[in-house]
T-cell receptor, first 114, second 117 residues
Framework: KAGVTQTPRYLIKTRGQQVTLSCSPISGHRSVSWYQQTPGQGLQFLFEYFSETQRNKGNFPGRFSGRQFSNSRSEMNVSTLELGDSALYLC?????????????FGSGTRLTVV | AQTVTQSQPEMSVQEAETVTLSCTYDTSESDYYLFWYKQPPSRQMILVIRQEAYKQQNATENRFSVNFQKAAKSFSLKISDSQLGDAAMYFCAYRSESPSNTGKLIFGQGTTLQVKP
């Protein structure tokens, strides 16, 4: 059974640009959550999608957005990149009914903004 | 709002020995789930163990067990017979039962565990 796949693994972008990150959940999982991990702020919840709808959102500016496709794959977009957006972005998927069993994470995308 | 606190930024243990990582949380809810995740240098977060708040029995997964004290809002992880492969950053996480918090884990700041041969 394939795990959660995140692409790309690494990205280097220039301040002001925009970036799109991709996450393919485990087959059968319809919930996808995104997290930002930085040394200073730790792991912070960005948003969660289920059946192509955003169900929950964290405290991030509107430059951070996402979407989910009918096959449950999700993308996260950050516009007008700032230096402070440099982070490891993790996505996690779960089977909605058994969400409390835990979430399966991908290996993340390391974004560096220069 | 719920918070999770891991007061030990770093811990070390001798191979084959036992180590306990601490976690406390703050919540006004009565139903929730608690997790311990491990993040090795490969970056992937791996679920180690989970605990339902309504269960009094402490969860156990092979060499990993928890000490869940609901009244004290404490959720510590005990690793027995530590192995070199246990070296990683460990995160304690809280998930609310509330539908408005769907998909959201609240993480502690993490504890880096070093295993000495």
């Amino acid at each position: 059974k394939a795990g959660v796949t995140q692409t790309p693994r690494y990205l280097i972008k220039t301040r002001g640009q925009q970036v799109t990150l991709s996450c393919s959940p485990i087959s059968g999982h319809r919930s996808v959550s995104w997290y930002q991990q930085t040394p200073g702020q730790g792991l912070q919840f960005l948003f969660e999608y289920f059946s192509e709808t955003q169900r929950n959102k964290g405290n991030f500016p509107g430059r951070f957005s996402g979407r989910q496709f009918s096959n449950s794959r999700s993308e996260m977009n950050v516009s007008t990149l700032e230096l402070g957006d440099s982070a490891l972005y993790l996505c996690a998927s779960s089977h909605d009914t058994y969400e409390h069993y835990g979430y399966t994470f991908g290996s993340g995308t390391r974004l560096t903004v220069v | 709002a719920q918070t999770v606190t891991q007061s030990q930024p770093e811990m070390s243990v001798q191979e084959a020995e036992t180590v306990t990582l601490s976690c406390t949380y703050d919540t006004s809810e009565s139903d929730y789930y608690l997790f311990w995740y491990k993040q090795p240098p490969s970056r992937q977060m791996i679920l180690v163990i989970r605990q339902e708040a309504y269960k009094q029995q402490n969860a156990t997964e092979n060499r990993f067990s928890v000490n869940f004290q609901k009244a004290a809002k404490s959720f510590s992880l005990k690793i027995s017979d530590s192995q070199l492969g246990d070296a990683a950053m460990y995160f304690c996480a809280y998930r609310s039962e509330s539908p408005s918090n769907t998909g959201k884990l609240i993480f502690g700041q993490g504890t880096t565990l070093q295993v000495k041969p």
